[in-house]
């Protein structure tokens, strides 16, 4: 089953490179500009170190094909994770002046959501959304992925919801602060107790970032407070008393 699993994700990949090489080429020799990618490196309280790339390549005036891949480094998990890795494709559309809308999916791979014990390729996906803001003065993004982990004959499989909104104002090219509201919360999986879901977290506080006006690099330092109850606080077993995130990135 798993060498059956591990040849579809292949295939697939396979034929998503196949068609976007095929759309691409004829402008390519004109047209390099299309192409650009972020690389972000992140630290949070929960997650630990990890690297974040996504890249686009424009299709259309309004359209680009999107990919993405983020290198979990285990976090409150250490090393449990089994080097757990994302990896995904998709679609950004503008759909206004400042406003883009990115529909994507994601293949993991590692131990986290199939349960194993063991790293896996293709372990589970994740389907997500990113929508985005930015404006003159404004800026702002909405994340939400869903993470479902794939039997491979394991005793059970867990799944995830991961989202984030958050949204600020730009006090000058260089400076620009706003709020940012996240939360992970597990949903349960196969084997899974009545009633299994509490939330690992669920964090809003302020945000604060400093930018090259002329664009590149950027920093970014968010805090806050856990807002969970008393009683997911105990049915997590999971207390954390403050939420931190760092990143520093560049856009080509």
């Known amino acids: 089953m798993k060498n059956r699993f591990t040849k579809t994700v292949t295939k697939g990949f396979s034929l998503i490179a196949l068609c976007v090489a095929l759309l691409a080429t004829p402008a390519y020799a004109q047209e390099e500009s299309r192409f650009s990618m972020d690389v972000t490196l992140n630290s949070d309280i929960f997650f630990g170190f990890y690297p974040f790339f996504a890249g686009s390549y424009s299709l259309s005036q309004n359209t680009a094909f999107t990919f993405y891949g983020i290198l ?3 976090g409150a998990a250490g090393g449990s994770w089994g080097n757990w890795t994302e990896f995904g494709v998709g679609m950004n559309f503008d759909v206004a002046d400042g406003i ?4 994507q999916i994601g293949i993991l791979s590692g131990s986290l959501t199939s349960g194993l014990g063991t790293p896996v390729l293709g372990e589970g996906i994740v389907p997500n959304l990113t929508i985005g803001l930015d404006k ?4 702002g993004e909405f994340y939400a992925g869903y993470y479902a982990g794939f039997n491979h004959g394991n005793p059970s499989t867990d799944n995830y919801l991961h989202y984030w909104l958050n949204g600020g104002y730009k006090f000058s090219p260089f400076f ?3 709020l940012h ?3 992970l919360r597990y949903t349960g999986g196969s084997n899974a107790p009545e009633d299994p879901a509490f939330d ?3 964090a809003l506080g302020p945000y604060v970032q400093f930018a090259d006006p002329n664009g590149g690099a950027f920093a970014r330092f968010t805090s806050g407070a856990d807002l969970r109850s008393d009683a997911q606080l105990e049915k997590s077993g999971y207390r954390q008393p403050s939420f931190f995130k760092l990143t520093v990135g560049y856009s080509f």
Request: net charge negative; glycine share 10%; no cysteine.
């Open 72 to 74: 979990w480094s285990g």
């Open 100 to 103: 883009n809308i990115n529909p």
């Open 136 to 139: 003159v003065k404004t800026e």
């Open 176 to 178: 620009s602060a706003g």
């Open 181 to 183: 509201l996240e939360q």
């Open 200 to 202: 690992f977290y669920l």
